[in-house]
């Protein structure tokens, strides 16, 4: 069965140029060669800490960055060649949901005209239709249909959060880009909102690209999961694999660094060594080996290829 | 709206509703709606409020000060001053109203279109703006007039041209904030129209500075309709015009006063009017306070 979502070695980069008189350039490798594939109704995690690029992947995917190379496809279609019609199509089959819940949505709108506006931009429906539809949708995500004439303010973030998945829904996506979707709300709501977008997983059938620095999150929600270091994935495969015996020693710095909720499971934290360094500047060879317990002359010399393992894979010299 | 009928307890409370109430609660904001109602309302009744035709010379009565048959005096060709005032409160308003939404729509547009697609493109009209700003609203006024000739159009024309470039700079920067929200990012992935996103989702979230801003700057175009008057760019005589009448009175100023002082007077309550209300505006739409 082919990928629903194919990414192959995508790459993004930044230029800033600054000062003056003589302006210098610098290139920020967001992304840096990404490949992946997310299978249909799959959940699939992108993790790292912030700067290392899950972000920009996720935006380039569904082309609100237009990434510098490499190929995306989704069912098959390439979607970096879509133009016009054909990429509404594929934007239509394809949604995204933010982290911050305060600015997901327009403030001068009601719910009920952000949730319908979709609906007769596509054509799906109007009128009467398309507000039962949102009513329909409202019910799904647990909001009242009461919220259709009320404006954004009037809600919480945890409610907010629930309308701006109501919204990327209203088109009838296969796919969900979740991009830090329960990060800015408060735990309890978190776990709600989890359980929604689980609950919407199983019952559409959908397929999520869930960005994320939480591994706890991850760990509960993923099916399979790829680690992200200054623009690279350093390691990917199933989630139970990658977490409980990873393979690169910055998926085990991560996993170490993530808290335990149970005290006697908790082991003598090993301290994380440096800073993650600019992705203007990376280091020579693999970008990791500063900080890394494990360092060989190699890992300085040149980025190590990408080994597999059965089911999964890392980009380290160990492995 | 069946739905809103049945479910009253839900009736939204939109943040414009709350900005009215407290535009309103405002006295300062009271005493300049009722100045500029009345001035707008003395001009358009103009016909019938006057007590004479303003352009009605009468010959014997040149120059006499108030009294009860003019109320406001004569000038030096007989004609009264009230109604001269009256009639000339028209153009005042017409010129300074249609130049100003001319600029709010041309310089809004260029500002938005401006901050949305960004990069050089950008730079470019903005630094464009930025040469229009460089010249002092009354040279320009008086450059473009004495190019194309003192009537009514052209002094709209030559006032509109004044207010673009700041209005021009008012739309685009909170264009630049709201281009970075994610329900911009959102409208994009959910397959809008650049042209919707621009102006159904951001216009509507810029709206409220764009028009405090335009009745702050109707006072300013109401001193440069009269200062361009005054130095006889504006309107042609025999029209009346308040700048107009007031450099007429100037020849007088010694032995007729009120020629100068009355119109000057009537300039003063409606900038200071519309001031007031564009203050109370501002204040009422600050996002400071909108966010309580």
Redesign the interface.
């Known amino acids: 069965m082919t990928p629903l979502l194919e990414v192959d070695g995508l790459v993004k980069h930044f230029t800033v140029t600054k000062g003056f008189p003589r302006p210098v350039t610098t290139t920020v490798r967001a992304v840096d060669g990404v490949s992946f594939s997310v299978r249909r109704g799959e959940a699939y995690g992108l993790v790292g800490e912030s700067g290392c690029g899950k972000s920009t992947v996720a935006r380039a995917v569904l082309r609100l960055i237009e990434p510098d190379a490499g190929t995306v496809r989704f069912d098959g279609a390439d979607v970096r060649a879509a133009r016009g019609e054909a990429l509404a199509r594929l934007r239509q089959r394809m949604q995204i949901i933010f982290q911050d819940p305060y600015s997901s949505l327009n403030p001068r709108q009601t719910i009920g005209q952000a949730l319908t506006e979709p609906m007769r931009v596509h054509r799906l429906a109007s009128g009467r239709a398309a507000r039962d539809r949102a009513a329909a949708l409202l019910d799904e995500v647990g909001m009242p249909p009461s919220a259709l004439d009320r404006y954004p303010h009037e809600f919480s973030g945890g409610q907010r959060q629930r309308i701006g998945i109501a919204r990327a829904l209203t088109v009838e996506p296969e796919l969900l880009i979740a991009d830090e979707p329960v990060s800015a709300l408060d735990v309890s709501v978190q776990a709600q909102v989890l359980l929604l977008l689980r609950d919407l997983q199983k019952r559409r059938n959908l397929a999520f690209v869930f960005v994320s620095h939480d591994l706890g999150v991850v760990r509960w929600f993923c099916d399979r999961v790829a680690v992200m270091y200054l623009g690279r994935i350093v390691e990917e495969g199933e989630v139970s694999a990658v977490f409980t015996e990873p393979l690169h020693p910055y998926a085990r710095m991560l996993r170490d660094a993530s808290p335990v909720p149970d005290p006697v499971g908790r082991g003598a934290l090993p301290r994380i060594v440096g800073e993650i360094p600019s992705a203007a500047n990376p280091p020579s060879g693999c970008h990791f080996h500063p900080r890394c317990p494990h360092v060989q002359d190699a890992c300085r010399a040149a980025y190590p290829s990408w080994r597999r393992r059965g089911e999964r894979g890392a980009a380290c010299v160990l492995v | 709206m069946t739905?809103?009928a049945a479910?009253p307890a839900?009736?939204?409370?939109?943040?414009l509703r709350r900005a009215v109430a407290r535009f309103l609660a405002n006295p300062t904001t009271g005493i300049g709606i009722i100045l500029c109602v009345l001035i707008a309302l003395s001009a358009i009744l103009a016909p019938w409020l006057s007590p004479h035709d303003p352009i009605e010379q009468d010959v014997i009565a040149q120059l006499s000060p108030p009294s009860a048959r003019h109320p406001l005096g004569t000038d030096y060709f007989g004609r009264d001053v009230l109604s001269r005032i009256l009639w000339g409160g028209r153009i005042s308003l017409i010129v300074s109203l249609s130049a100003i939404a001319a600029a709010i729509v041309i310089g809004g547009a260029i500002g938005m279109i401006s901050g949305y697609v960004g990069g050089r493109f950008d730079t470019f009209v903005m630094q464009v703006m930025d040469v229009l700003l460089s010249f002092p609203s009354l040279i320009l006024g008086l450059v473009v007039v004495a190019l194309l000739g003192p009537d009514l159009v052209n002094l709209v024309v030559a006032i509109g041209l004044t207010a673009i470039a700041p209005f021009a700079r008012i739309a685009r920067a909170p264009v630049l904030a709201l281009k970075q929200?994610?329900?911009v990012?959102?409208g994009?992935?959910?397959?809008?129209s650049h042209a919707?996103i621009l102006f159904?989702?951001i216009l509507?979230?810029i709206l409220s500075e764009v028009l405090v801003m335009g009745s702050l700057w109707m006072a300013t175009a109401v001193r440069t309709e009269a200062s361009l008057s005054f130095i006889g760019l504006g309107v042609k005589p025999p029209t009346p015009t308040w700048g107009g009448m007031m450099r007429d009175g100037f020849e007088n100023i010694l032995d007729a006063p009120w020629l100068a002082i009355f119109p000057g007077i009537a300039i003063l309550l409606l900038v200071l009017g519309l001031n007031m209300v564009g203050d109370g505006l501002r204040d009422a739409t600050d996002p400071k306070l909108r966010a309580e």
Do not use: Q
């Open positions: 739905t809103r479910a839900f009736m939204p409370v939109a943040p929200r994610a329900f990012e959102a994009r992935a959910l397959g809008y919707r159904v989702h509507p979230n």
